[in-house]
């Protein structure tokens, strides 16, 4: 009977481990991107405005993109990200790694000082405004679950981008799933298109969900 209380007593403890762990990983991770989205606001609030580097346009349609110097390092604020649809209002950094992804949704960024493969391409890196592909991704579980809801994303629905050299707005188009390993969304686009990209489906990282929009209003 001795052995039977010390080994209910052990796992009572070990119930209560998992589930302050699990506590932490769903509710604690929140905690820390949201100081970091706090931190990131003030950051990108007292940045100068850029002026616009003019593209052309394409029926009726304006291009333009951030000075050809912008080069944003790593955990940088880059844009403001605001999905009205699934009420997503976050700051999207430079950079797809382990500590950017915990300060919020990360722009995929071009192979350069501070930013190596795989998480870079070796294609010129797109921003918000260009014709091209921006890539956005960002957690769909902890961390602030920026993407929570991206699955109830559907033609029509608006991205709204707010950065220091324009506004813009995109339209959702589809979404996909496919292997966690594929490359298809690095290749380049003639399209301006912004992608998400994030875990699917939540609490796992079995494959990946893909949600695609194209820019439909540019505003400097």
């Not at 939540?202 to 505003?219: D, H, K, M, N, P």
């Amino acid at each position: 009977m001795r052995f039977l209380h010390i080994l209910g007593k052990f796992l009572i403890s070990v119930g209560v481990g998992i589930l302050l762990f699990v506590g932490w990983t769903l509710k604690g991770t929140d905690l820390y991107t949201n100081g970091q989205q706090d931190r990131l606001a003030d950051e990108f609030a007292s940045s100068p405005t850029l002026i616009p580097d003019e593209q052309g346009d394409g029926g009726g349609l304006r291009f333009v993109g951030p000075p050809k110097n912008f080069a944003p390092g790593p955990g940088d604020p880059v844009f403001r990200l605001v999905i009205p649809a699934i009420d997503t209002d976050h700051f999207v950094v430079e950079g797809v790694d382990v500590e950017e992804l915990r300060k919020g949704p990360g722009h995929y960024p071009q192979c350069r000082p501070g930013f190596e493969g795989p998480l870079c391409t070796e294609f010129e890196e797109v921003f918000p405004g260009e014709r091209g592909r921006v890539i956005v991704s960002g957690h769909r579980t902890t961390y602030a679950a920026p993407f929570w809801g991206v699955n109830k994303l559907k033609p029509g629905d608006e991205i709204r981008v707010m950065s220091k050299w324009g506004r813009f707005t995109y339209e959702v188009t589809r979404q996909e799933v496919v292997s966690p390993d594929s490359l298809a969304i690095t290749v380049p686009s003639r399209k301006a298109e912004l992608v998400l990209t994030t875990c699917n489906p939540r609490f796992s990282a079995s494959e990946r969900l893909i949600i695609y929009s194209e820019l439909v209003e540019t505003v400097t």
